[in-house]
């Protein structure tokens, strides 16, 4: 089974991406022939520094490797270091019906956001995901929620494709936790945690100090009780999920264990485990601060054994086509 998935290098890796993807890369690895990527391109559909955006894509490699990416198991590799996704990703751009594109609810909610720049890469984005995917004949792709659509996409683009040109291409299947895919800002349960909106984020590598003041100041909900509820009480069912993916242990078990105590006992729990758990991330991270020549070697040895697959595909493709 090949599994596939990538990131973008906006910023830390914070405790939604972590649940929702990186936490089922880490288990993918043990059993498949898994590929991650850090998705540089597709970064640049928002305003970026030139000037520090490369040590942003490395400083992404190190958080992966130090949230339990290993690279013995697991392919790791720049986007932009491989030309035949943005080559794919062009093929693509000629069946894709425009109104597949228009109707991304990430595309609406990017361009409300960044008004000024509503650029056509924000439109076509999906399609470079899709060449992402299609590229490595991928059968698996773990997902958070927020990408299911663009998922969906991707598999009518390799139907269209195949179905044109004759089969190049398999149909992949997003895999979404039950539990996990979709963790909620901390200071507005109501919306997703997003690189975009720091002040709600949780990351992954924040020292002890700042764990226990971003989880005791979580918005929590009217009432006193530990319940999950995601309708009524989205903020509690939402540190509970936190709870129950970090403990490893079922929602109930955790509601059970503060069936009679209040919010902030809950939170102070919350906090400890989270000081706990993550400790070794942010030990990993520091260690791999100062290793950039073997973060390197490493990005330089998947982009090798990546591009032989990715290469392969694009020959079938273009011959397919009738391209020269
Ligand atoms: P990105 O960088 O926004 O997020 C990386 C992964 O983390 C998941 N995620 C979440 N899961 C649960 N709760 C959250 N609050 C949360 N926030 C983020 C995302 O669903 C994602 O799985 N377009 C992709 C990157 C990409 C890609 C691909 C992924 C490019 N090409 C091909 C899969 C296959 C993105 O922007 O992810």
Redesign the pocket.
Known sequence: MRI?????P?GSIHI??Y???ISQWKELQQIGECIFFI?DL?ALTVPQEPDTFSKQVLNTAAELLAAGMDPEKCIIFIQSEIKEHTELSWYLNTITPLGELTRMTQFKEKSQQFKNNINAGLLTYPIL?AA??LLYQTDS?P?????KQ?LELAKIIARKFNQKYGKVFKVPEALLLET?????ALNNPKK????SSPAGCLYLFDEPDIIRKKVMSAVTDPGKSIKYDPVKKPGIANLLTVYSLFAGKPISQIEKKFGKKGYAEFKKSLADLLILKLEPYRRKKKELQTREVYVREILTQGRKRAEIIAQTTIKDVRKKMGLI
């Open positions: 596939l998935s990538g990131i973008q906006t939604g991406s649940s929702g993807a998705a597709h995901q992402d995917i792709v997902v958070g929620k927020d990408q663009h996990g895919a979709k963790i909620m997703k945690m997003s690189k």
